[in-house]
């Protein structure tokens, strides 16, 4: 198959905040055929499954048309056109190429047809248990054998037939007697034979007795089955729409996760031809209420040039013409403004709550420099749009480019040019854990005991050795929000291409000996943040079960020991008591 999804990957990571952590659900999903990813997040794992299925349900009929349309054109190379078919057919794609031009020429108009408002109960899942319910079973019937009739005394056959000789009682009675005895002799066995077919009956119904028990007893267990699949796709179907309630509820609660999640999938549910990117970056500011919108535009080399398709006859041979660059270049220019109204017009429409007063769309092009063979990422227009005033326009009879420079839009006046502009706001994308740190080590000396140091000048201290640490090969350690809750402390960014990456550093000041479950978080930090290592820094020791625990794991446990060598290592010395940290710890808490 020309595809691949991912589509049940859910991996929780942890997202922290001033107000503590949040688990936060990833779908990872790509298309190989279309080339498409993308990654999904949000709070609640049946949205965003239920936005991860209708993703895959876009991509899958985007699939389906380009295989269609690839298979009849390869049945049009394979067969042999007569001429009034060829020039039927350069008609037809002439038209086709029409039809792509005017499309993008009405990119704009195209939206205005539409409510762009997300329709929560369309995202509910209403559809019928499929699977058949068991039939019960045709039950069998046990083929018995005929009893044969019991011979009658009064028959004809047993009844003595007397002459003229007969007539002496003496003859009588024995002919009476020898009748008696033929009847007993057929009567007896008549009820040896009865005995027989009886038995084999019994025999019959009790092998059909069986049958029946089998065929009943399976169908029970399969309606069983049938009934508990029911109540699991039920209930399964009942969470997911639960889960949509629950975040319709958390949408109109205006939270800015939600807000965010709501605009994600107003955008991703916009039509566009395959060829465009269609992927974008969201940042939403509660307090402000201003969305900033980083959007991939596609890029020129995407843009179909063709206009018209003509069939030579003399030369047996189609003929391609294309628009000119003139032509080509103010198509361009007019989609790429045509799509950056048409996104705040998408947003605004669909804000059903009144969350933004102003939307910021960044238009960006990955493309190839020319000059350098590199491909590069340039915002190449931004427009900042205001509720009240973008919603006062008529972008029905709108000139796209006009009305964008008359919103104050920056871009160059040949977008064409791919030339880069400055957004007029920038996605924040600094990790908003990250505070300023300050120096601890210099105040050290031998009799300095780390073991009864303030918690928070502990987590710096680590933070300056680790920075020391990883700046011979440009790394940079930055230390997060103070908030003693056992979460990441440091986070240092080692550029080497190998071993390098996102290391989360969690820092324990301990006087008892650091158990298997504060190991056990590392490694879930690790795994939720996407970071490629865990290091743990305690004043103390680990038992043997967190040296069990860490065997296979990108984890590494620095105990105090290695804590102090690693101080001298950068020209610090201290010392390390835990009995004297305990009795001091414990001064301070009287």
């Known amino acids: ?268 549910r916009s039509e566009y031809p395959d060829y465009f990117p269609q992927e974008f970056e969201l940042d939403y500011n509660p307090e402000t209420k201003i969305l900033v919108v980083d959007y991939s535009l596609p890029s020129i080399d995407k843009i179909p040039r063709l206009k018209e398709v003509k069939y030579v006859q003399s030369r047996d041979q189609f003929t391609e013409g294309f628009l000119s660059e003139s032509a080509f270049n103010k198509l361009y220019d007019s989609l790429i403004y045509q799509i950056s109204l048409r996104t705040v017009h998408e947003l605004y429409e669909a804000d059903v709550i009144n969350a933004i007063e102003s939307i910021v769309f960044n238009g960006w092009v990955l493309s190839i420099d020319k000059a350098t063979g590199q491909s590069v990422n340039a915002c190449i227009l931004s427009v900042q749009g205001n509720r009240q005033e973008f919603l006062s326009i008529n972008l029905a009879n709108v000139d796209p480019k006009i009305c964008f420079k008359n919103l104050k839009g920056v871009g160059s006046s040949k977008l064409h040019s791919l030339t880069p502009v400055a957004p007029i706001l920038n996605i924040n994308r600094e990790d908003k854990r990250f505070v300023s740190s300050y120096q601890v080590a210099n105040d050290l000396d031998e009799s300095y005991n780390l073991a009864a140091m303030d918690w928070e000048d502990f987590e710096h201290l680590i933070r300056e050795l680790f920075e020391k640490e990883f700046a011979q090969a440009g790394g940079e350690v930055k230390i997060t929000q103070a908030s003693r809750d056992g979460g990441v402390d440091a986070v240092a960014f080692d550029p080497d291409p190998i071993r390098g990456g996102k290391i989360v550093i969690q820092a324990k000041r301990y006087t008892n000996t650091v158990g298997v479950s504060a190991v056990r978080d590392l490694y879930g930090t690790v795994i939720n943040e996407g970071a490629t290592k865990g290091i743990l820094v305690t004043t103390s020791d680990y038992g043997p079960d967190t040296y069990e625990f860490i065997k296979g794991k990108p984890l590494t446990l620095l105990s105090g020991s290695n804590l102090l060598h690693l101080l001298e290592k950068h020209g610090h010395k201290a010392k390390i008591d835990l009995k004297e940290a305990k009795q001091l710890l414990s001064d301070r808490e009287k």
């Open 1 to 268: 198959m020309g595809y691949l999804y991912d589509k049940y990957d859910f991996s929780s990571a942890v997202k922290e905040d001033y107000s503590g952590r949040d688990v936060v659900y990833k779908a990872e999903i790509r298309h190989n055929g279309l080339n498409k990813y993308r990654l999904i997040r949000g709070k609640d794992l049946y949205v965003v499954q239920q936005m991860a299925e209708l993703q895959i349900a876009a991509w899958e009929e985007q699939w389906a048309k380009k295989k269609e349309k690839t298979r009849k054109a390869q049945e049009k190379e394979e067969k042999l056109w007569d001429k009034e078919r060829k020039l039927e057919e350069a008609s037809e794609r002439t038209v086709e190429a029409q039809e792509i031009i005017k499309s993008l020429e009405s990119t704009l108009q195209h939206t205005l047809v539409i409510h762009d408002a997300i329709v929560w109960d369309a995202l509910k899942d209403y559809s019928e248990f499929k699977k058949p319910k068991p039939q019960p079973p045709q039950l069998l019937k046990a083929e018995l054998l005929d009893v044969p009739h019991p011979p009658k005394e009064t028959d004809q056959k047993y009844q003595p037939q007397f002459n003229f000789f007969d007539m002496t009682t003496a003859k009588k009675q024995k002919k009476i007697d020898a009748a008696k005895a033929i009847f007993q002799q057929e009567y007896d066995f008549w009820i040896n034979q009865k005995a027989e077919v009886d038995k084999k009956n019994e025999y019959l119904k009790a092998e059909v007795d069986r049958e029946n028990t089998k065929l009943e007893m399976q169908y029970q267990n399969e309606l069983k089955q049938w009934e508990l699949d029911k109540q699991v796709f039920l209930e399964k179907q009942k969470g997911k729409n639960d889960a949509i309630d629950k975040r319709k509820e958390q949408y109109h609660s205006k939270l800015p996760d939600s807000i965010l999640d709501y605009c994600e999938l107003v955008l991703s």
